[in-house]
């Protein structure tokens, strides 16, 4: 299998400027071959040559001889792995996506048409995609020489290099803001994790991730506190920000810049960069906690449990305004939009989603109708049963519990119905179903017990102990 880890790089002036004319030119290259895919294509519909090819293959050749035309002879000065790497293969890709796009039905801006890269606005990055060379702490990059990096020893402690023994495939070196890092995806063995049975019911909100399977559950907290602290720093530089200036922006000759229809160019100040890149910094922090965060949990989770279930959500449309039209304004539209903000700076529903689709043995979607409106106990159905956000009260019963847990119950019956076939271990045509009683067989399996450990997140230590 492949997994990927990242490095920070440290390198010195000169093999920066060299990043730098990297970056730029796997831009210019992806550029230029997407404006010659346009007119070529133009020429197509006109009925003036044959369709042209998109593959990165195509792209490849492409590259080949614009590297070869007058004007152009600061490419050659490059490595041509890396700029075709960075500029044509991915062109090929996107292209590919495009293609697969239409042929799924989407329309419109839902197509991923290839785009035009901007500086400022694209991420600085270049691609090393063969022969790929780490010697302990350093990396290879052709044409600029070794650089040093904050690689660890092998072992599964903190800030450590979890895959020291695989085969480094590609290495993607980038830039955010003043550091460099890269991205390093590795061939490794499939892990030896021993498969069993156990069976998690796992809900999702914007403040925790509740788990409730046989025997026990528990909540895991999202560090909302150390997000909050870098939020509100973000905000913090924002507002200051926008009290400074945007000045006009002149061109050569000292005369204002003007739009088509006149109206001047303004850019911001050097003081309002300065904040806004602070705001950005912070903002970065608090992205970089939600991640590590849902990272640590969803790997625990992968090795705790051979099924995981989860509610189908549509976290994009869960984060819609309610403000409505001016025919039929939206209702509680100042409560959505605070929830709106809230999903959107602690939540971490969707990333948890997409990393156990490849860390988990198998992942389990149910529907999530009432699932916060049932009764765990008896299995009673009402919106008042839920008056509090935390609490359930089960009106019929009496039921009290935690509501986020009382829903992660709910969750896990609706996966073992689905596992179990209604209770019973056989197949669809009343045949035995072997894969059901081996099923039932490892639910009682203790491998390692989840209810003696601690879920407990604690900055960037692990969430299970």
């Given at each position: 299998m492949?997994?990927?880890?990242?490095?920070?790089?440290?390198?010195?002036?000169?093999?920066?400027r060299?990043?730098?004319?990297l970056?730029?030119a796997?831009?210019?290259?992806?550029?230029?071959?997407?404006?010659?895919?346009k007119?070529?294509?133009?020429?197509?519909e006109?009925?003036?040559?044959?369709?042209?090819g998109?593959?990165e293959?195509?792209?490849?050749?492409?590259?080949?001889r614009?590297?070869?035309?007058?004007?152009?002879?600061w490419?050659?000065?490059?490595?041509?792995?890396?700029?075709?790497g960075t500029?044509?293969?991915?062109l090929?890709?996107?292209?590919?996506?495009?293609?697969?796009?239409?042929?799924?039905g989407?329309r419109?801006?839902?197509t991923?048409?290839?785009?035009?890269?901007?500086?400022?606005?694209s991420r600085?990055?270049?691609?090393?995609?063969?022969?790929?060379k780490?010697?302990?702490?350093?990396?290879?990059?052709?044409?600029v020489g070794?650089i040093?990096?904050?690689?660890k020893a092998?072992?599964?402690?903190?800030?450590?290099?979890?895959?020291d023994g695989?085969?480094?495939?590609?290495?993607?070196?980038?830039r955010?803001?003043?550091?460099w890092?890269?991205?390093?995806?590795?061939?490794?063995?499939?892990?030896?994790w021993r498969?069993?049975?156990?069976?998690?019911?796992?809900?999702?909100?914007s403040?925790?991730?509740?788990?409730?399977?046989i025997?026990?559950?528990?909540?895991?907290?999202?560090?909302y506190d150390?997000?909050e602290?870098?939020?509100?720093?973000?905000?913090?530089?924002q507002?200051?920000?926008?009290h400074?200036?945007?000045?006009?922006?002149?061109?050569?000759n000292g005369?204002p810049?003007?739009?088509?229809?006149?109206?001047?160019?303004k850019?911001?100040?050097?003081?309002?960069q300065r904040?806004?890149q602070?705001?950005?910094?912070?903002?970065?922090?608090?992205a970089?906690?939600?991640?590590?965060?849902?990272?640590q949990?969803?790997?625990?989770?992968?090795?705790?449990?051979?099924h995981i279930?989860?509610?189908?959500l549509d976290v994009?449309?869960?984060?819609?305004?309610?403000?409505?039209?001016?025919?039929?304004p939206?209702?509680?539209?100042?409560?959505?939009?605070?929830?709106?903000?809230?999903?959107?700076q602690f939540?971490?529903m969707?990333?948890?989603?997409?990393?156990?689709?490849y860390?988990?043995?198998?992942?389990?979607?149910v529907?999530a109708?009432?699932?916060?409106?049932?009764?765990?106990e008896?299995?009673h159905?009402?919106?008042?049963?839920?008056?509090?956000?935390?609490?359930?009260?089960?009106?019929?019963?009496?039921?009290?519990?935690?509501?986020?847990?009382?829903a992660?119950?709910n969750i896990?019956?609706?996966?073992?119905n689905?596992?179990?076939?209604?209770?019973?271990?056989?197949?669809?045509?009343?045949?035995?179903?072997?894969a059901?009683?081996f099923f039932?067989?490892?639910?009682?399996?203790?491998?390692?017990?989840p209810?003696?450990?601690?879920?407990?997140?604690?900055?960037s230590s692990?969430?299970?102990?």
């Open positions: 492949h997994r990927a880890s990242r490095y920070r790089l440290y390198p010195n002036q000169t093999q920066e060299q990043f730098a004319r970056c730029g796997g831009r210019f290259v992806y550029n230029e071959l997407l404006a010659n895919q007119l070529e294509y133009a020429r197509f006109a009925g003036e040559r044959d369709r042209p998109c593959s293959f195509d792209f490849g050749r492409r590259y080949a614009l590297k070869a035309q007058e004007g152009h002879e490419l050659r000065e490059l490595s041509a792995v890396v700029v075709r500029g044509a293969f991915p090929g890709a996107a292209f590919a996506h495009f293609s697969r796009r239409i042929r799924e989407h419109g801006k839902q991923g048409f290839p785009r035009f890269k901007v500086k400022g606005r600085e990055s270049f691609t090393i995609p063969e022969d790929v780490i010697q302990s702490k350093r990396l290879w990059v052709p044409k070794w040093r990096m904050n690689r092998a072992s599964r402690t903190r800030g450590a290099d979890p895959w695989g085969e480094a495939k590609v290495a993607v070196v980038y955010e803001f003043d550091k890092y890269v991205s390093v995806l590795w061939e490794v063995e499939n892990p030896e498969w069993h049975g156990r069976v998690c019911g796992l809900d999702r909100n403040e925790n991730l509740a788990a409730d399977w025997g026990g559950q528990k909540l895991i907290q999202i560090p150390r997000i602290k870098y939020e509100t720093r973000a905000r913090h530089y507002w200051r920000a926008s400074r200036e945007r000045i006009e922006l002149k061109d050569a005369e810049v003007r739009t088509k229809s006149g109206k001047l160019v850019v911001a100040s050097n003081r309002r904040l806004q602070r705001a950005a910094k912070a903002k970065r922090k608090a970089e906690i939600r991640k590590d965060f849902s990272h949990s969803s790997a625990d989770l992968s090795r705790l449990f051979g279930v989860l509610e189908e994009q449309a869960m984060r819609r305004s309610a403000r409505g039209t001016k025919e039929k939206g209702k509680c539209v100042k409560a959505k939009a605070a929830l709106n903000r809230k999903m959107a939540s971490c969707g990333m948890v989603d997409r990393f156990l689709q860390k988990a043995w198998d992942l389990i979607r529907s109708r009432n699932t916060s409106r049932t009764c765990a008896c299995g159905v009402e919106k008042d049963n839920r008056k509090e956000q935390a609490h359930f009260r089960c009106l019929a019963c009496g039921h009290t519990d935690n509501a986020d847990l009382n992660a119950r896990l019956d609706l996966g073992l689905r596992l179990l076939a209604g209770g019973a271990p056989v197949t669809g045509r009343g045949e035995d179903n072997e059901g009683a039932m067989e490892c639910l009682v399996d203790t491998v390692s017990d209810s003696t450990m601690q879920w407990n997140y604690q900055g692990p969430g299970f102990h």
